[in-house]
């Protein structure tokens, strides 16, 4: 059974940083891309960094600089640090799986296993 499960979240202030885990089961990573992406209230869920099978990675431009995408194989865990935490960062947190056979992307589209999230709220 192929299932992600995503912790780490929680409440920060303004400038702190937290590290979110996503630990993958029944997933071979040779086949898989692995994303990270949030959705805020109100909001389409939106990519922000994705590590292809390869090791190449994206990263949005609306994070670029304040995030690192990250993996530990042996562990079958995707990681995601973020720094200098902004109040528009607050949202729901989700690890995604695709198909690495597709388009390299951080587009929802292309990944068709989610994990049911991990709520990051930030505070001024």
């Known amino acids: 059974q192929v299932q992600l499960v995503e912790s780490g979240g929680g409440a920060v202030q303004v400038g702190g940083s937290l590290r979110l885990s996503c630990v993958a089961s029944?997933?071979?990573?040779?086949?898989?891309?692995m994303g990270w992406f949030r959705q805020a209230l109100g909001k389409a869920r939106e990519g922000l960094a994705a590590?292809?099978?390869?090791?190449?990675?994206l990263a949005a431009d609306s994070v670029k600089g304040r995030i690192t995408i990250s993996r530990d194989i042996a562990a079958n865990t995707l990681y995601l640090q973020m720094n200098n935490l902004k109040p528009e960062d607050t949202a729901m947190y989700y690890c995604?799986?695709?198909?690495?056979?597709?388009?390299?992307?951080?587009?929802?589209?292309?990944?068709?296993?989610w994990g049911q999230g991990t709520q990051v709220t930030v505070s001024s």
């Open positions: 029944g997933i071979t990573y040779s086949t898989y891309c």
């Open positions: 590590l292809h099978n390869d090791d190449s990675t």
């Open positions: 995604g799986a695709g198909s690495s056979r597709g388009l390299f992307t951080l587009r929802t589209s292309a990944y068709t296993i």
